[in-house]
Nanobody, 115 residues
Framework: QVHIVESGGGLVQPGGSLTLSCVASGINFDRAAISWFRQNPTNKRELVAVIGRSGGTNYGDFVEGRFTISRDSAKKTVLLQMTSLKPEDTGVYYC?????????WGQGTQVIVSS
């Protein structure tokens, strides 16, 4: 059974940092591309970052070098390190796991950037 669990969200002041974690079980982790998406009430779900099977990465234009996505095969975990956070980064962050067979979503973790 596939389980995708995100954690690490919370309340942070503008300019602060957070690290989100996505743990994926029940899949062939090394053959999956894993992404972070985010959504707030006024916007559609948008891609934040993606890391491919070989470790190649891509980011949404709004990231502007502030975030870093990484993967740890031994822990079946993908991290999203976020720095210089802005109020517009507020939203629910979702982990998506794309395998050869299907794609899977976690339940999301809330990030609030506010003073």
């Amino acid at each position: 059974q596939v389980h995708i669990v995100e954690s690490g969200g919370g309340l942070v002041q503008p300019g602060g940092s957070l690290t989100l974690s996505c743990v994926a079980s029940g899949i062939n982790f090394d053959r999956a591309a894993i992404s972070w998406f985010r959504q707030n009430p006024t916007n559609k779900r948008e891609l934040v970052a993606v890391i491919g099977r070989s470790g190649g990465t891509n980011y949404g234009d709004f990231v502007e070098g502030r975030f870093t996505i990484s993967r740890d095969s031994a822990k079946k975990t993908v991290l999203l390190q976020m720095t210089s956070l802005k109020p517009e980064d507020t939203g629910v962050y979702y982990c998506n796991v794309l395998t050869e067979m299907d794609d899977y979503w976690g339940q999301g973790t809330q990030v609030i950037v506010s003073s």
